[in-house]
Every structure is written in structure tokens, then in C-alpha cells.
């Protein structure tokens, strides 16, 4: 059984930081493509960066230059680390990962940006 875990948000102000993790279990992780998506209140689901199984990154245009993915094999887990952060990044935040066009979402973690 695939398991998805998120973890990592929280309450931060504005230009603070956090790092989310996203753990996969059940899944041979290293032909994975695993992907951060949020979703504020009242708004579509969006792409936020994507890593390939050869740690390709991808970024959303809106957090480049904040946000850096990363992926650790050996611990079948992706980092996002946020810095920089805007109150309009408040979201849920979910980690995704994809295995020969199977995919799986974890149950999101909650990140606010406010003072």
C-alpha cells in the first residue's frame, strides 16, 4: 500500500521560512516524479515545483528563485524549502508523486503566512 505523508507547515510570518517534507512508503521511490501543489481557499489547485527520479527541478513561475526542491533517495523523501515567504502563498500544501503514470496525493499540510 502506497503511503503519501506531508509534513512541515505552519504559521510563519511574512519573509520567514519553512521546510515541508513529503514521505513515500510502499513505492520504489527512485523512478519517481514527486511534485508540490497548493491550493489556497476558493482557488484551483497549482503546480509549485516538481523533481524528477534524475532530480530535475521544476518551478512555478511565481516561487522561483524562493523555493528549492530537493530529494533525498536514501530516506524516500522530497524537501521544499520556502523562504521569502508572501501571505498570498497561504495554502494547503500536497505532495504528489507519480510511478508509471500512477499517482498518488498525500493529505496536504497547511502553511499561513501572516503576521
Known amino acids: 500500500q502506497v503511503q503519501v505523508v506531508e509534513s512541515g507547515g505552519g504559521l510563519v510570518q511574512p519573509g520567514g521560512s519553512l521546510r515541508l517534507s513529503c514521505a513515500a512508503s510502499g513505492i520504489v521511490f527512485s523512478i519517481t516524479t514527486v511534485g508540490w501543489y497548493r491550493q489556497a481557499p476558493g482557488k484551483q489547485r497549482e503546480m509549485v515545483a516538481t523533481?524528477?527520479?534524475?532530480?530535475?527541478?521544476n518551478y512555478a513561475g511565481s516561487v522561483k528563485g524562493r523555493f528549492t526542491i530537493s530529494r533525498d533517495s536514501a530516506k524516500n523523501t522530497v524537501y521544499l524549502q520556502m523562504n521569502s515567504l508572501k501571505p498570498d502563498y497561504t495554502a494547503v500544501y500536497y505532495c504528489?508523486?507519480?510511478?508509471?503514470?500512477?499517482?498518488?496525493w498525500g493529505q496536504g499540510t497547511q502553511v499561513t503566512v501572516s503576521s
Open positions: 504528489h508523486v507519480e510511478q508509471r503514470a500512477r499517482n498518488y
Open positions: 523533481i524528477t527520479n534524475r532530480r530535475n527541478p
